[in-house]
């Protein structure tokens, strides 16, 4: 069965940081490229960052120089340093694993990320 858990969010201030997790199970992992998405209310789904299986990274502008995507092959996790954050960061996070060639993803549930101003 495959799961994408992710963990991590919660409340932050303006200019804190998160570390967002994504363990995953159930599929060839290193294979994949992993990647996060985000959902703010009454936007649609947007790309945040991605890695490939070999660990070439793909950022959003927004947050460029503010996030770092990474992974840990053994672990089987993939992991989204958000620094820096704005209030506009404030969404839903999804964790996505996909091969792009195929068009084949699998999606975690979400975990909720908010930044007071």
């Known amino acids: 069965q495959v799961q994408l858990v992710e963990s991590g969010g919660g409340l932050v201030q303006f200019g804190g940081s998160l570390r967002l997790s994504c363990a995953a199970s159930g599929f060839s992992f290193i294979i994949y490229t992993m990647g996060w998405y985000r959902q703010g209310p009454g936007k649609q789904r947007e790309l945040v960052a991605t890695?490939?299986?070999?660990?070439?990274?793909n950022y959003e502008d927004s947050v460029k120089g503010r996030f770092t995507i990474s992974r840990d092959n053994a672990k089987n996790t993939v992991y989204l340093q958000m620094d820096s954050l704005k209030p506009e960061d404030s969404a839903v996070y999804y964790c996505n694993a996909a091969i792009p060639t195929i068009n084949h993803h699998y999606w975690g549930q979400g975990t909720q990320v908010t930044v007071s101003s």
């Open positions: 890695i490939t299986s070999g660990g070439g990274t």
